[in-house]
C-alpha cells in the first residue's frame, strides 16, 4: 500500500531530473515510471527505422535496457526522451550495420494491414476507388520514406512518428537544429510530392 | 479573378507546422483547397505511423527490461562483492605465503674462516686430516714429544 503510495507521488512528478536520480539509484518504481513515458517513442523510432523482419518488441526492450543501463551516463543535457530517442536511433544503425543491411524497408512494409486508409482523405465517402487511392498513397509515402537518406529519414520519423520538436532532435542526433531543419524539409518535400501525387 | 495557391515551399512550411509569411498564413486561413492539401499530407503521414502498441505489449517489454536491468545490477552487485572477498582471502594468504621467506636465514657459509681452521689443524697435525689422532696413535704409539715433533717433519706414516 505504502509502495503504491509512493508510486503514485512519484508519478505526479514533473521534473524527469529527480525519476533519473532516483533510477540511477536502483529504484525500480522510478525507472518504471520513466519508462512508461518514454517507451512509445522507443516504439515508434524502432518501427521505422528497423526493416519488417527485425524483431520490434526485441529492439525495443533492447533500447530500454540499454536506457537504464547508461543511465550513469545521462548528463541531463537535453530531456530524458531526446536520450531516449538518441540510443533508440543508434541501436537502429548498430542492427541495420549488423545485418549489413541498406537502411531501407521492402515494400511490404510493417503494419501496412493495420491502418484504416479512408483516414487518408478527410470526409471522403467510403468508395473503393477511394479506399484504393488511399491505400496507394500510404504505399507511396512509405516507399519514398525508405528511400530517404538515412538522416533525413531518421529526422522524420522523430519529428513526425515520435513527435519530437526540433531541439530535440538535435539533441538526440547531435546536430545543430539547422541541420535538422535542412534535413526535415528535404524530407517533408519528397513525402508530400509522393502523397500529393498518389491523391491527385 | 486569379487565385495563387501556397507554393512548394509554403506547403512543405505548413506540413512541418512551421511559421509562413503573413500573406501565406492569411492565403491558408481562407483557403481550403490549400488546406485539404495540408491536411491530406498530414493524415496520410499519420496514416504510415500507424497504430501504437497496446498496452498488454508495452507491459511486457517493460517488464523484460526491467528484469534485465534489476539481473544486471544484482550482478554488478554480487561481483562487488565477490572481488572484495577476493581481496580479502590474499590479504589472510599473503602474509603465510610470505611466513617461511621471513623466518631467520640459515647462517651463511663462511668459507675464509673454514679454510683457515682447516690450516691451522694441518699446521699442528697433518694426518689429523686422514683419521683420528685416536687412530693414529693406536697404531703407532709414540711419546707426545717426538710425535709432536715427528708429525711436524712429516716423518710418521700409518703404513
Not at chain 2, 26 to 31: D, G, K, T, V, Y
Not at chain 2, 109 to 133: G, H, I, K, Q, R
Request: proline letters at 6%; one cysteine or more; a neutral charge.
Amino acid at each position: 500500500m505504502a509502495s503504491a503510495a509512493r508510486r503514485e507521488l512519484l508519478v505526479a512528478r514533473d521534473d524527469e531530473r529527480e525519476l533519473v536520480e532516483l533510477a540511477r539509484r536502483g529504484d525500480r518504481d522510478a525507472a518504471e515510471i520513466l519508462l512508461e513515458r518514454h517507451e512509445l517513442l522507443a516504439f515508434r523510432v524502432c518501427r521505422r527505422l528497423l526493416p519488417p523482419s527485425e524483431d520490434l518488441d526485441g529492439a525495443v526492450q533492447e533500447t530500454l535496457l540499454r536506457a537504464l543501463k547508461n543511465l550513469p551516463r545521462y548528463a541531463g543535457e537535453g530531456s530524458f526522451g531526446a536520450w531516449m530517442a538518441s540510443i533508440a536511433v543508434n541501436l537502429c544503425r548498430d542492427k541495420l550495420r549488423r545485418r549489413r543491411l541498406v537502411p531501407f524497408q521492402p515494400l511490404e512494409v510493417r503494419g501496412d494491414d493495420e491502418s484504416d486508409p479512408l483516414a487518408v482523405i478527410p470526409s471522403a465517402e467510403p468508395n473503393p476507388e477511394r479506399v484504393a487511392m488511399a491505400r496507394q498513397a500510404m504505399q507511396r509515402v512509405r516507399r519514398e520514406l525508405v528511400r530517404l537518406p538515412r538522416r533525413q529519414q531518421e529526422v522524420f520519423v522523430l519529428r513526425f512518428f515520435a513527435g519530437m520538436d526540433l531541439e530535440g532532435i538535435a539533441t538526440a542526433l547531435h546536430v545543430d537544429v539547422g541541420t535538422v531543419k535542412t534535413h526535415l524539409h528535404r524530407a517533408v518535400h519528397r513525402v508530400r510530392v509522393a502523397a500529393e501525387e498518389a491523391t491527385p | 479573378m486569379n487565385i495563387t495557391h501556397l507554393n512548394d515551399a509554403e506547403l512543405d512550411l505548413a506540413v512541418l507546422g512551421e511559421e509562413l509569411p503573413p500573406p501565406a498564413a492569411e492565403h491558408l486561413a481562407s483557403c481550403l483547397v490549400c488546406r485539404r492539401r495540408r491536411d491530406g499530407v498530414l493524415a496520410v503521414v499519420e496514416q504510415v505511423r500507424g497504430d501504437d502498441p497496446d498496452a498488454a505489449t508495452r507491459a511486457r517489454v517493460r517488464e523484460w527490461a526491467l528484469a534485465a536491468w534489476g539481473g544486471a545490477r544484482a550482478r554488478v552487485h554480487w561481483l562487488r562483492w565477490a572481488a572484495a572477498a577476493a581481496v580479502l582471502v590474499v590479504l589472510v594468504l599473503l602474509p603465510l605465503r610470505t611466513g617461511p621467506a621471513s623466518a631467520p636465514a640459515p647462517a651463511r657459509f663462511d668459507a675464509e674462516a673454514v679454510l683457515t681452521e682447516v690450516n691451522s689443524v694441518l699446521d699442528s697435525d697433518p694426518l689429523a686430516a686422514v683419521v683420528s689422532e685416536e687412530v693414529v696413535n693406536t697404531v703407532v704409539p709414540v711419546p707426545h714429544a717426538v710425535s709432536d715433533r715427528s708429525v711436524a717433519a712429516g716423518e710418521r706414516s700409518v703404513s
